[in-house]
């Protein structure tokens, strides 16, 4: 595994865990601990996604020169992302765990699709396209705050 696919792939994990921990807490009804985990997975996967769009997809398109290719389409998932942060975010502001619950399971789905075409297809292509560079451009995404 690169460096970079490496990096991005632990960071995915990451979030895994701490969106796991709070469904769970939506789902036992313990209401400060879903604030709590869900704030810490909602920070960490909106970091991630910026380091992509503002570090990894840019130093990409740059050297291929591709700006339509899967790139494009891991920003609209992006959106489609952010889209389920803010209605699960105002389902644990209501207490709903119903509609929270809901939300989870199809992000659930979304991520684990989206996940699996970064680790498995974008992340080696941009380990192999940018080669050398790797280690700045990682270096760089953890400077993103």
Not at 34 to 63: C, G, K, Q, S, W
Not at 74 to 82: A, G, K, L, S, T
Not at 89 to 113: K, N, P, V, W, Y
């Amino acid at each position: 595994m690169g460096e970079i696919s490496g990096y991005m792939t632990h960071e995915h994990r990451e979030c895994d865990e701490l969106f796991a921990k709070a469904e769970a807490a939506v789902d036992a009804g313990n209401w400060a601990a879903a604030d709590t985990e869900f704030t810490a997975y909602d920070n960490l996967t909106r970091l991630h996604l910026r380091r992509e769009e503002e570090v990894l997809f840019p130093a990409f398109e740059t050297r291929t020169g591709m700006t339509t290719g899967p790139t494009a389409m891991m920003r609209m998932e992006h959106n489609q992302i952010r889209a389920f942060l803010v209605s699960m975010t105002e389902a644990l502001a209501d207490r709903d765990s119903e509609m929270f619950l809901g939300e989870a399971e199809t992000l659930m789905i979304l991520t684990q699709q989206h996940n699996m075409k970064e680790e498995q297809i974008l992340y080696p292509m941009t380990d192999r396209t940018l080669d050398t560079d790797a280690p700045s451009v990682v270096d760089q995404m953890r400077d993103v705050e």
